[in-house]
Structures are given as C-alpha cells and as structure tokens.
C-alpha cells in the first residue's frame, strides 16, 4: 500500500520541531481527515536557511511533511513556491488515492509560511503566493465545495 520512502519518512521524519527564531510560520488543516500541519521556517536572503515541522495526523500526513521540508530546505523562497503536491508525491514514490490529500496539505504549509515571511516584511503575499487554501477544492477532500 505504502512506499518504502512513504514508510522510511513516516518511521524517521527528518526535520521534526520548531525552528528556533522562526521569520516564516504556516499551519493548514483538513476538516474533514482532521490532519494539521505547521510549518516553520528561518530565511536568509530569500534562502530558507532551516525548516521544520510538526504535524498532527495519519502517516502519509507524517511522510509529507517530511518530504516537503527536505525538498524546501536551503532553496530560495522562489524554488519553494514551485513546490506542487504531485512533486511531494513523486518523491515519496507515489501515496494511495485516497492519500493524495496529504501531499495538498503538505504543499499548502509550505507557501502558508511563505506568505506568512512576506507578510512580515509589510508585503502582501497575495500577489506572490496566491490565496492560498479556501479548504473548499476536491485536493483536500473537504466538505465545502
């Protein structure tokens, strides 16, 4: 059912915590599998210098965010806006259908906490980063739309 690299990251996530003197702060949730993600970072010169994460959820819910932060980490907030749910996927080998939702949550952290660093500079990530999640597509399996 699992990927070996589903279950390696599930078993020994990297880059679990807090980053200690955080410039970026993301957290999203899915209301309907309950899954809750925050994502911290500390950028230098528009590079994400560290990052971690804590998530509260199933183990593909684990796997994702693990994934996430070791694709974001030590590139410049530009490369981590490119990062697609399908990316997170990819490198965990694939997740089940049922799973997909968690790569979306994985995904949408990262550039929560980007546009949380963009707000803190007095810039309005909108323009830059997009809405972001209304928690009302089909990618995250909720109960809005």
């Known amino acids: 059912?699992?990927?070996?690299k589903v279950m390696d990251?599930?078993?020994n996530p990297r880059n679990v915590g807090e980053v200690e003197?955080?410039?970026?702060v993301g957290q999203v949730g899915n209301p309907k599998c309950g899954d809750i993600m925050k994502i911290s970072m500390r950028i230098e010169n528009d590079v994400i210098e560290d990052v971690k994460f804590k998530t509260f959820g199933c183990g593909a819910a684990v796997a994702t965010s693990s994934m996430a932060t070791e694709l974001v980490k030590g590139r410049t907030v530009e490369e981590a806006l490119q990062l697609t749910n399908a990316a997170v996927a990819q490198a965990l080998d694939g997740l089940p259908?049922?799973?997909l939702h968690c790569s979306v949550l994985a995904e949408e952290a990262v550039k929560a906490a980007v546009a949380d660093y963009y707000a803190r500079q007095g810039v309005d990530?909108?323009?830059?980063?997009?809405?972001?999640?209304?928690?009302?597509?089909?990618?995250?399996a909720c109960e809005h739309g």
Do not use: D, L, R, W
């Open 1 to 4: 059912m699992y990927s070996e």
């Open 21 to 24: 003197n955080a410039n970026a």
């Open 125 to 140: 990530p909108t323009p830059i980063v997009g809405p972001g999640c209304t928690g009302c597509c089909e990618g995250c």
């Open 9 to 11: 990251h599930f078993s």
């Open 97 to 99: 259908p049922q799973k």
